[in-house]
């Protein structure tokens, strides 16, 4: 088994305590869960600053433990601070560390798109996402067939969430053209074996149509990297080992994009 077949493993057995504890009624209830959305595709694509999303996160499988003391709300104000196009938050707690509560203290303090990530399993994680105060979901090709990212796409939008689809090969790319996804992630980490490879994300993301809004995921860890990325049609870019690695990493988050309005 691969450490993603390990976490999607683990995330239905989560998904199936969280359903028998609080249903989807009771979900819908929840004061979030009518509040109005705000569009990262719309962030992105009229973004002054870089697209720059930047991303919540204190451990991962890939790197083990990162920043194990950070604290979300100060983290993400200050990402807020530097005119970041939108806030990536993890709520996986087993692989990345997070708290229960910290996509919600994020969600309080801040008012900017929020993408919720996390590895999403079940149609459950959608209604809970919304309660959560998310406005986009991560849908992986990976770890879901054609049929669950139609529907889950569909509901998604019904519920007024924003999609964004993480892939990392032709296949996947080429296979799901046809979704009406929001955003589209070319991860630059092979989830497999957790290489980095920018010249293969380069090299796919020729594969789709100029129309499309395009997010280079991983391994982005200096402004010439960006540049590169850019420069090969990416519109924005999903960063966090190389922010949450400092003690400050909001700090960083604020160097780079003053690089890049410069």
Known sequence: MTILDTIKAQKLKEVAVLKSAISVAELEKFPLFQSATHSLKKAITSSVTGGIISEFKRKSPAKGNINLDADV?????????????????????????????????????????????????????????????????????????????????????????????????????????????????INNRNLNSFEVSVENSIKLAQLLPESRVKIAESGIHSLEVVQLLKNNGFDGFLIGEYFMKEAQPALKCYELIQKLKG
């Open 73 to 185: 709300v100060q983290v993400t104000q200050g990402y807020a601070e530097a005119l970041v196009s939108g806030l990536s938050v993890l709520s996986d707690v087993e692989f990345f560390g997070a708290r229960p509560n910290d996509f919600e203290l994020a969600r309080q303090n801040n008012t900017i798109p929020m993408l919720r990530k996390d590895f999403i399993v079940d149609e459950y994680q959608l209604f809970q996402s919304k309660a959560m105060g998310a406005d986009v979901i991560l849908l992986i090709a990976k770890i879901l067939t054609k049929k669950q990212l139609q529907s889950y796409t569909q509901l998604a939008h019904e519920l007024g969430l924003e999609v964004f689809l993480e892939t990392q090969n032709e296949t996947e790319i080429l296979d799901n053209l046809d979704l009406n996804f929001d955003l589209i992630g």
